[in-house]
């Protein structure tokens, strides 16, 4: 997930640098956020959640002016739509939709793009092609078509994402999992998310 800077909306004012700043007062009621990508918004309320605690998940609220899938941020009709939010969370992948946009700019959190991960489990003593199978999807071949032409970073060693120096990851990590109980933790989180956003939370 990174940041997409309306600059006609935000006009001189300086854009949001980490997640941290994000939160800021100044930009409440300003964000377009991807509640509907329900695997890449819970992964922001939990990083938010682990790094800031409670106040961080209701500042997130407070900031949002509207919920937007990536494609409706990015997509062709997003400069005539009637709400211009002045930064939207999009994943990676969707920022280079605006490449020809000269109002638009991306910005990736110096405090690392949060990531949802996509795992991939085998079964030990599955059938003998899913090990072929899973060999196939893990190697460096595969990671290099979605990294290059998916714009989707890959964990391989091998791999090169290509995103340039100082542009980091920011995850839980397994100990934060293995921890919480997180069918417990995402509904309460969600909770004071839309508690804040609709103007609930103080």
Known sequence: AVFLVNQNVLGEEEPPRTWSELLEPRFAGRVA?????????????????????????????RSMLVALHPSQTVGRFSGKAQIQPAISIVPYFFSKMTAAARTIRTIWPEDGAIVSPI????????????RRVA????SRETGEVLAHRGLFPAMHPEVDNRLGPGLGFSWLGWP???QQDLGELIPRLLRIFKDAAAGGAA
């Open 135 to 138: 060999e196939l999807l893990s």
């Open 119 to 130: 795992f991939l489990l085998q079964k030990r003593d599955g059938h003998p092609l899913a």
């Open 176 to 178: 934060f999992i293995e």
């Open 33 to 61: 956020l991807p509640v509907g990508d329900f695997d890449l918004f819970n992964a922001i309320l939990l990083q938010l959640y682990k790094d800031h605690g409670e106040q961080a998940v209701a500042a997130l609220g």
